[in-house]
């Protein structure tokens, strides 16, 4: 639906289909990263347990147990060996969520610090881990409860066009404060 709707002029999106296995996160993830260098990686995820557009404010390391798509599991129970527990987005998604309520959209938008150490929480973990933060996590409810297609379309385009707007404005305040 966002590829559809698409996103500003000056912004190229790709969006992708990630399989729900770790082998294959593991694999994709970087070398997306490595492939288009974006300025921010939007992953949304489908939730049965979400009744609103959830936006995710970091991902966890360990705590993996839930096979996937291959009846597999890492052995480690975590993403990334020795890394943090912990590694939040550099998106400030509290402002994101305010911004987007105020727009009035038919969609209610919430913020969680927990995206359920599944795919979704490994998915968005190794991609903070690649990014060094720069990296957001949507969760949405499944397609019809209670929201439409279109409505979470528009929903994500309003949500991500936030967030480049708060990343590009937080660039600026970094590149002048290099400049002094």
Known sequence: ELEK???RDDVDLHVYEVPVEYQTVQRLIPALWKKHSPQLVVHVGVS??????TLE????N???????????CPGSQCCVEGGPECIDSIIDMDTVCKRVSALGLDVAVTISKD??????DFTYYTSLYQS?????????PPLGKPYSAEQLGRALQAIIEEMLDLLEHSEDKINCQHEH
Do not use: E, I
């Not at 049965?48 to 557009?53: C, I, P």
């Not at 404010?57 to 966890?60: A, P, R, T, V, W």
């Open 115 to 120: 995206a359920g150490r599944y795919l979704c």
């Open 132 to 140: 060094r933060g720069r990296s957001a996590f949507v969760h949405v």
């Open 62 to 72: 360990v705590g993996y147990k839930g096979l996937d798509n291959c009846r597999f």
């Open 57 to 60: 404010k970091c991902g966890h």
């Open 48 to 53: 049965g347990m979400a009744t609103t557009v």
């Open 5 to 7: 709707l698409g996103l």
